[in-house]
């Protein structure tokens, strides 16, 4: 004998939640009927076997079972039952960026068969962060709906998230976030999506500062032996050195002076100061990213 079931799918919307949630305590889809026989009698005080699946239509339009289970369901004195259907947590994401369908069935025989609807709060409240949206997290574990982006592996049902990164999450551990494209300001660029620049300290020149030599100049010049070749005087020099055609002459008053004081060039580097990096104040967080 075939089984009726009038259904009525109850839907209760909580913050907390992408999908429906029943109770404080048990978060799913409260599905509630009522089962009558061929001859429209309430089935009152039986145990039913029901399989409860979840799916989404893909861009193909290929059925994408997000979560299927078998449940025994007691009716009551009426004929009513109930029961919550929990997709679990990892498959938020499915119900965020997918219609999803529910089907009912008892054995081969397919009782209900239902797209389910969102109400205007539940469609706000699924699609306010889109999948891919990246923000600072202060806790060590992801949120439902979220991932930390530390390059781990993301859920195989996140499957709009691994159309835009790949099967692994961004990994941002100890990174800075940078807009893509061309900066209007100095037009520089930033990285390309999804991509990474290494640390780079612009090109610049310093002045010299205070940097200078000390005044020291003031000299006299000998022949190795210790002995005046020139002096202001002229005292003590050689002679024949002295007075040769090729010489000045610096007797007789007509005295050499000395270098005196003077500067010279400076070459070579400062001593290297610093640290591994150039960065600004900074406080830690994780990143996580929307499934």
């Known amino acids: 004998m075939k089984t009726k079931l009038l259904l009525m799918l109850c839907f209760f919307c909580a913050a907390i939640s992408n999908y429906a949630q029943s109770s404080a305590s048990q978060s799913g889809i409260a599905v509630q ?6 001859n429209n009698t309430a089935l009152t005080n039986q145990s039913i076997n029901l399989t409860f699946t979840l799916y989404y239509l893909d861009a193909s339009s290929i059925e994408q079972t997000i979560n299927r289970v078998t449940r025994n369901v007691t009716t009551d004195a009426f004929g009513v039952f109930s029961d919550v259907i929990d997709p679990t947590a990892v498959n938020n994401s499915l119900f965020a960026n997918n219609a999803a369908y529910l089907r009912i069935e008892k054995g081969s025989e397919v009782i209900s068969d239902e797209k389910l609807r969102h109400v205007p709060y539940a469609i706000s409240a699924n699609n306010g ?18 991932a930390l982006c530390n390059g781990a592996a993301l859920p195989t049902t996140a499957k709009a998230l691994i159309a835009m990164v790949g099967n692994n999450a961004p990994n941002l551990q100890g990174m800075f976030l940078r807009g893509t494209g061309n900066n209007t300001v100095n037009n520089q660029a930033g990285p390309a999506l999804k991509a990474t620049q290494d640390e780079s300290l612009k090109s610049h020149t310093h002045a010299k500062g205070t940097l200078a030599t000390a005044n020291a100049g ?13 002096s202001i ?7 024949a050195l002295d007075n040769s055609s090729n010489e000045i002459d610096v007797t007789g008053g007509k005295d050499m002076l ?11 580097d400062t001593a290297a100061t610093g640290g591994n990096e150039t960065r600004p104040v900074n406080y830690g967080v994780n990143y996580i990213i929307k499934l």
């Open 33 to 38: 009927g009522i089962a009558r026989d061929a």
């Open 218 to 230: 003031n000299h006299n010049h000998n022949n190795g032996n210790n002995t005046k070749l020139m």
């Open 129 to 146: 962060v889109p999948t891919g949206s990246i923000m600072p997290f202060i806790g060590t574990v992801a949120p439902e709906g979220w």
């Open 233 to 239: 005087s002229g005292t003590g020099t050689p002679d």
């Open 258 to 268: 000395d270098a005196g004081d003077h500067t010279h060039t400076i070459t070579g």
